[in-house]
């Protein structure tokens, strides 16, 4: 590869990583705009026709809380970050710990939740992570590479089937 060709790519990643970042630092801003437009054009079929069924405002009623729950060898350190399009914290411990995350489950603001954690040590014990409902998993996955890293992906949009996500040497790749 040439120097040039390098570059290229690299500019390429600039430009991907200030997208998203512009994405995920404005996405509640442009959500709340996208919804006062629609209340307004609600209210104004409203004045015509029979009022019109608008979405609550009320947050309680749009968000859920889930819990992440960090598990495995007992006193694997961990770290890593929790990211909904609202919030994103970076955590650290050991586990077994549980975290409380809340999601916006209205399908229409199409929320998600981002979950990624990685031992901090250099062997084979296991680290799993989970994102649960109530009590009932909604997306796990584990590793026991070396420096492993779990990463796991939930939208209220999706299917309600638990789904188990492993890292690619454990599947044989």
Known sequence: ???????????????????????????????????????GKAQKQGANQQPAT??????????????????????????????????????????PVDYKIEARTDPRLADFVFVTVAKIANNNHQLSLQILENGRALKSGSTTEPYGVVSLTWSPNEPTTPERTTTDRQRGY
């Open 1 to 39: 590869m040439s120097w040039r060709e390098i570059l290229g790519l690299v500019m390429v990643l600039v430009i991907c990583f200030g997208i998203v970042s512009y994405a995920l630092t404005n996405a509640s801003q442009n959500r709340e705009t996208a919804s006062s437009e629609q209340t």
């Open 54 to 95: 608008t979405p609550s405002s009320s947050s309680s009623e749009d968000k859920e809380t889930l819990t992440i729950r960090v598990s495995g060898s007992t006193g694997e350190q961990f770290s890593g970050q929790f990211s909904t399009l609202d919030a994103s914290r970076p955590v650290t411990g050991s586990v």
